[in-house]
T-cell receptor, first 120, second 110 residues
């Protein structure tokens, strides 16, 4: 079953509004979560690293004031797209490395099911 | 930095083999392979660490050449269910935020 839950799976909003996306690790604690964005037929691009108890780390070119990340607990990270515009329409996917069940000494990423955001 | 995957796309008949390559310009700690079906989240396949060990999951195996900073995914006797986009994700020595390649679209036909 799913080990990372992402909500909502689909959201349509008007330009200028804000949208919050939640990412939860279901049966393990995730001190770190990653947020990716994927445009159609393109790769997953890392947006930011969410750290429990501290500020998120943003990748170059990602506006931290536009994409607000909060890692409130060891099982929950949220991404808020503020003042959304049509160009923000994309597939947003969160992921968490599961270090308590390492695979050959490393932590595989478990992905949420993604949120398809459409800004009209 | 984004790793480079090749080929970009491949079409196979059921039962045929395929190789997908992933290379990086930076030193790597590990390479992860994922498969994504259309409209779904990526699913973890396997991890390879330094040392060139070859890993296997059923009829899918992979190798990692640390010196060349390359990994290859081998799909043997492909099945229809193998269709999807394969991404390699690379992890550098500084942390485990994966950078993904552009993906290789694989279509297996009957």
């Amino acid at each position: 079953g799913a080990v990372v839950s992402q909500h909502p799976s689909r959201v349509i909003c008007k330009s200028g509004t804000s949208v919050k996306i939640e990412c939860r690790s279901l049966d393990f604690q995730a001190t770190t979560m990653f947020w990716y964005r994927q445009f159609p037929k393109q790769s997953l691009m890392l947006m930011a690293t969410s750290n429990e108890g501290s500020k998120a780390t943003y990748e170059q070119g990602v506006e931290k004031d536009k994409f607000l990340i909060n890692h409130a607990s060891l099982t929950l990270s949220t991404l808020t797209v503020t003042s959304a515009h049509p160009e923000d329409s994309s597939f947003y996917i969160c992921s968490a490395p599961r270090s308590d069940v390492p695979v050959f000494g490393d932590s595989p990423l478990h992905f949420g099911n993604g949120t398809r955001l459409t800004v009209t | 930095q984004q790793p480079v995957q090749s080929p970009q796309a491949v079409i196979l008949r059921e039962g045929e083999d395929a190789v997908i390559n992933c290379s990086s310009s930076k030193a790597l700690y590990s390479v992860h392979w994922y498969r994504q079906k259309h409209g779904e989240a990526p699913v973890f396949l396997m991890i390879l660490l330094k040392g060139g060990e070859q890993m296997r999951h059923e009829k899918i195996s992979a190798s990692f050449n640390e010196k060349k900073q390359q990994s290859s995914l081998y799909l043997t006797a492909s099945q229809l269910s193998y269709s999807g986009t394969y991404f390699c994700g690379t992890e550098g020595d500084s942390g485990y935020a994966l950078n993904f390649g552009k993906g290789t679209s694989l279509l297996v036909t009957p």
